[in-house]
């Protein structure tokens, strides 16, 4: 891993919630992570419960892979390795515990979009001491549907939701917010660089119209003292219920 300026690193997650952290991957740990994932698929995924991934419309194309740290060695240890539990433990405020492993896969011409929303609506963690590592294993280019993030969004707390009807994203933010996509950061990386957003912090992202892929490996981590709340977790329940499986 290219080790950032830590006290730089983590005075920009607190001011922003995002941060974008060059050669997060060396690109041959990347070629291990795409050899990996197409192993996986080929060899393994058939065989894993249906809340192993979730399909794109043509109910053949991997739109998400979940809980890979449960299904796979491979990923379980680059998710506890020690170099990146180093980097997480400052922005976690304590000791980071992997929380999953997943694609956001956006394959060419099919991937689909990502409804606007705060990822603690999903994790309904508190404190929300909750991160995502978004590492590009494709290039992510402004054409093949980037994560736009709204800085500093997750100083505002949890907005509301409503259940929106995506599979693998079922829950979303009631309202659209204000902020005009210009305004926003969009994560354009390379293969091997990563963005860190905090599970406050509002994102979303287009569907992918192009003849290029736009794979997301995410390590998710909390840490140690964060406890679930009820009424989040209410709230995710009943729009998971109507669109399964995440
Ligand atoms: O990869 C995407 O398009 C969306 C990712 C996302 O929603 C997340 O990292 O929580």
């Known amino acids: 891993m290219n080790i950032p300026d830590i006290p730089q690193l983590v005075a920009d997650y607190e001011r922003d919630g995002v941060v974008r952290i060059p050669l997060f991957l060396s690109a041959d740990e990347v070629t291990a992570v795409r050899a990996e994932l197409d192993r996986y698929i080929r060899d393994d995924l058939a065989a894993q419960p249906v809340d192993a991934r979730t399909f794109e419309k043509d109910e053949k194309t991997v739109r998400n892979l979940w809980r890979l740290e449960k299904y796979s060695t491979f990923f379980r240890q680059l998710g506890e390795r020690e170099d990146i539990r180093a980097l ?6 304590g000791d980071p515990i992997l929380a999953g492993v997943e694609t956001f896969s956006k394959p060419a011409r099919i991937g689909s979009g990502v409804p606007y929303h705060q990822d603690n ?3 309904c963690q508190m404190p929300p001491d909750m991160l ?9 280019t402004e054409a093949n549907g980037p994560v736009f993030f709204i800085k500093g969004s997750h100083k505002d707390g949890m907005q509301p939701t409503k259940p929106s009807g995506v599979r693998g994203n079922s829950i979303g933010l ?12 969009c994560g354009l990386l390379e293969p091997g660089d990563a963005t860190i957003h905090q599970c406050e912090t509002i994102h979303h992202s287009a569907p992918n119209t192009t003849d290029f892929s736009r794979l997301g490996l995410l390590l998710v981590y909390r840490g140690s003292h964060t406890q679930t709340d009820p009424k989040l977790k ?3 329940a009943a729009a998971v219920a109507a669109t399964p499986p995440a």
């Not at 997480?88 to 405020?93: E, G, K, R």
């Not at 995502?132 to 992510?140: E, F, K, L």
């Open 88 to 93: 997480i433990a400052p922005l976690v405020h």
């Open 121 to 123: 609506a999903y994790f």
């Open 132 to 140: 995502t590592v978004w590492i590009a294993i494709d290039a992510v």
């Open 174 to 185: 009631a309202e659209p917010p204000s902020v005009s996509l210009s305004e926003q950061f």
């Open 234 to 236: 209410e709230a995710y």
